[in-house]
């Protein structure tokens, strides 16, 4: 009898709709260019950053490039998810394989935010591209525009969440880029993203979306977009800025070294846990 109690259990489990084992996902925007797509090294993830390079049992990944979605399904995160020059080979079907050794802030945003939802699911969902500016590139307007391939694949992602039942709640959006757009006046720069933050808002239905943005490596030749990201805290509400102030380089005073990106990443969780009102726990400790 009970056997066949129990037949009946796991047969009915089997049967169940995926509704009946939803999750709940916390959901995080990443977009930009090279520094937020990532040009940290995995083979520098050793010593104190060892830990970095080891997946998050609780936070998965969904990645596109450019045009290209990289990932068929939300993966476990780990260093890789890149396509740095030279990796444009790495465009097609990864068949859920890193696509290369580098990464970006996603892997210390994801160790610092992580502890703040114990026990619960989070997805991150990164969308860059290197090389490519706000005015052109970025342009909501633009039919082809990178902005368009990340509202698609942001869309995509959450659709497939309620497909199978699941929940989200998106908490905030986060940006890295400027260096393409070096030569732009502050105040063009600060009206692009405010034209863009907007959008953003409009397309995601939530108004008062938190927006975090990461200042550019000043190598003295960025004077005006770093001027505008200073200022849009003031003039784009609920959006807050990450400083690169001793962040280090890796080549001539562009992109981050390793343990700056992890650094990052982390300036990133600080700063998106203080707009969405939750606490901390780095600073409780």
Partial sequence: MKSALLALVVAAALVA????????????????????????????????????????????????????????????????????????DALGDVDKKPLSKK????????HAIAPAFAN?????IKSTKGGTSLKK???????????????????TTLKSLK??????????????????????????????????????????????????????????KRDGVLA???HLPTSVPHTALVSAKDLKTSDNGTHFNSASVITLGQGYAEQTLALIGKPDPAKAE
């Fill in 103 to 110: 990464f970006g802030p996603e892997i210390g945003f994801a």
């Fill in 120 to 124: 619960k699911k989070i997805l991150l």
């Fill in 228 to 230: 505008a990201l200073r």
């Fill in 163 to 220: 497909a199978h039942g699941d929940t989200y709640t998106v908490h905030a959006f986060l940006w890295h880029q400027g260096e393409s757009d070096a030569g732009l006046p502050a105040d063009e720069y600060e009206k692009l993203f405010i034209a863009f933050a907007a959008q953003l808002r409009k397309d995601l239905a939530n108004p008062d979306l938190p927006i975090v943005v990461g200042e550019v490596y000043d190598n003295g």
């Fill in 17 to 88: 709709p995926r509704s009946a084992f939803a999750e709940h996902y916390e959901v995080f925007i990443l977009a930009g260019q090279s520094n937020m797509d990532g040009r940290g090294s995995a083979s520098d993830l050793t010593g104190p950053l060892a830990k970095y390079a080891k997946p998050l049992d609780n936070v998965t990944l969904v990645y596109g490039n450019g045009a290209h979605v990289l990932t068929d399904s939300p993966q476990p995160l780990a260093p890789g998810f890149s396509v740095p020059p030279g990796k444009k």
């Fill in 137 to 155: 590139d970025w342009n909501p307007q633009g039919k082809q525009s990178l902005y368009v391939h990340m509202i698609s694949l942001v869309d």
